[in-house]
């Protein structure tokens, strides 16, 4: 009995590699697709965003946008972005601040569904030149997100290089407070 279990489990296991069950770099269309955004943690106001929510929101525009990676490489061109700046997301939450001074020790880390991880500081979100390009998108040259990076983003416009945080696959904000 335990042996012809084992021989179903291993079958199965094959059966489930070959179909591209296992993580073989192959990516597939719609794999990592996100509907939905989650923002918790140091807020008031758990929130779980979809596309339409996100549009009920104030939006912003921008222009052609170059996507350069970490090492110097342009990957891509974006034509336009539609979205809403992650300060006004964040300002629907409403950031748990219990000391005058608990602003500035709050990092907001964006995560996809991929796993793909970005750190940003409330600095740079709510008081620095790079917050009006801090950007949750849900339009791309004027149609919704496809398989490759939607159906929910986020980029950072202004950063110097911006490949690193221009996260595809979006699925949550969190707000933590990183030192005491
Ligand atoms: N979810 C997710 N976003 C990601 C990555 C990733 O691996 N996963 N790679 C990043 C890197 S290293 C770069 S350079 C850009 C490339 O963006 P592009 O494919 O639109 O040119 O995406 C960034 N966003
Ligand atoms: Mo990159």
Redesign the pocket.
């Known amino acids: 009995m335990l042996k012809h279990l084992r021989l179903i489990l291993t079958v199965a296991t094959l059966a489930w590699a070959s179909a591209g069950g296992a993580a073989d770099g192959n990516v597939e269309a719609g794999k ?1 697709t996100t509907t939905q955004l989650a923002v918790a943690g140091a807020v008031e106001n758990r929130l779980l965003l979809t596309v339409d929510d996100l549009k009920a929101l104030p939006s912003r525009e921008m222009g052609s946008l170059p ?5 110097g ?4 061109t ?1 034509q336009s972005l539609k979205g809403v700046l992650l300060r006004d997301v964040l300002e629907k939450a409403v950031l748990v601040l219990k000391d005058h001074n608990d602003a500035k020790k709050m990092a907001v880390i964006a995560t ?5 991880k ?1 750190v940003f500081s409330w600095s740079e979100i709510f008081n620095s030149p790079l917050a009006e390009g801090i950007l949750v998108f849900y339009e791309r040259d004027g149609r919704p997100l496809d398989e ?2 939607g159906r929910i ?1 986020l980029i950072s416009a202004k950063d110097t ?10 699925s949550g904000v969190e707000v933590r407070k990183i030192v005491d």
Do not use: F, M, N
């Open positions: 990592y996507i350069v990676c970490q090492s490489a342009t990957t891509s974006i996809a569904s991929d796993g793909y970005v490759a990076e983003a290089r911006t490949g690193p945080r221009h996260v595809k696959w979006l």
